[in-house]
């Protein structure tokens, strides 16, 4: 069993920053793919980020160059770092911890909104 908590949203100028934090516990995170979704009004959930346990990470197209995934595995924390943000990017981000699509945990998510 995995606990996700999520932290760190909140609304920002466009072309401002964020940074995200996800606190994990329960036992063998680092086993874990984890990752950053994000939901908005009217949406499907989609995939932001996902950072794999031997540290590889992939982004969605319309994000790279701006966010950065990263993991702390000795403290159990995901991040993710959104720069140069966009009215679009405003949505509920959840953070996600995925272990060979076998099992599967969310946090309850956090809100980001990029507004003038």
């Known amino acids: 069993q995995v606990q996700l908590v999520e932290s760190g949203g909140g609304l920002v100028h466009p072309g401002g920053s964020l940074r995200l934090s996800c606190a994990a516990s329960g036992s063998d995170f680092s086993r874990y793919a984890m990752g950053w979704y994000r939901q908005a009004p009217g949406r499907q959930r989609e995939l932001v980020a996902v950072v794999f346990s031997g540290g590889s990470a992939n982004y969605r197209d319309s994000v790279k160059g701006r966010f950065t995934i990263s993991r702390d595995n000795a403290k159990n924390t995901v991040s993710l770092q959104m720069d140069s943000l966009k009215p679009e990017d405003t949505a509920v981000y959840y953070c996600?911890?995925?272990?060979?699509?076998?099992?599967?945990?969310w946090g309850q998510g956090t809100q980001v909104t990029v507004s003038a």
């Open positions: 996600n911890a995925d272990f060979g699509h076998v099992l599967s945990y």
